[in-house]
């Protein structure tokens, strides 16, 4: 069984375009993330929400705009999509309130043409 | 300064020795630590938490120093699948807030 799901796993788009990232944890965790990881390999934190309430907004442009409709989901939609977006964006999940360790899913891989 | 500094490596090391990574965090107030390994395309995976009084895993140990705000992770006996990327990660106090390292990129070879 798949913990932390997420569809889908490879996105190729044109620039401008808008595009949504599907995200599911079945481990009944609280916390739930967004991360993007860039061509570097650098993980960086984008959005934590916990029991579907925004904790983290980690700078991010507001071209992208988590939506947790219950605390099993968190969805990423991004408008607008530009050259720079292209990442493997990760999904992940936590037990409590945002101490525990994470369990990711298997990752989107974003490329923008 | 980043949040949270590693050695990129890489590290080449024949099967069977000891490697050690360290970590640096920038935060004393920081909550929670760990270890994560990533392969090549693939997600990153919990290798263990990280505490002050040390902990052992198998082959890996995993120490925490507060005071200097500075976390290692040994591993003995390298194995082939020892190589992937290891990332330290600190959680802020407060929780939620979760800081990669860029990570050490770690090569066992036969």
């Known amino acids: 069984d798949t913990a932390v799901s997420q569809t889908p796993k490879y996105l190729v788009t044109q620039m401008g375009n808008d595009k949504s990232i599907k995200c599911e944890q079945n481990l009944g965790h609280d916390t739930m993330y967004w991360y993007k990881q860039d061509s570097k390999k650098f993980l960086k934190i984008m959005f934590s929400?916990?029991?579907?309430?925004?904790?983290i907004n980690e700078t991010v442009p507001n071209r992208f705009s988590p939506k947790s409709p219950d605390k099993a989901h968190l969805n990423l939609h991004i408008n607008s999509l530009e050259l720079g977006d292209s990442a493997v964006y990760f999904c992940a999940s936590s037990p409590g309130q945002g101490n525990q360790p994470q369990h990711f899913g298997d990752g989107t891989r974003l490329s923008i043409l | 300064r980043k949040e949270v500094e590693q050695d990129p490596g890489p590290f080449n090391v024949p099967e069977g020795a000891t490697v050690a990574f360290n970590c640096t965090y920038s935060n004393s107030a920081s909550q929670s630590f760990f270890w994560y390994r990533q392969d090549c395309r693939k997600e990153p995976k919990l290798l263990m938490s990280v505490y002050s009084s040390g902990n052992e895993d198998g082959r890996f140990t995993a120490q925490l120093n507060r005071a200097s705000q500075y976390i290692s992770l040994l591993i003995r006996d390298s194995k082939l699948s020892d190589s992937a990327t290891y990332l330290c990660?600190?959680?802020?106090?407060?929780?939620?807030?979760?800081?990669f390292g860029a990570g050490t990129r770690l090569f066992v070879k036969a």
């Open positions: 990660v600190v959680i802020k106090a407060g929780g939620f807030k979760t800081i």
């Open positions: 929400y916990n029991n579907k309430e925004l904790i």
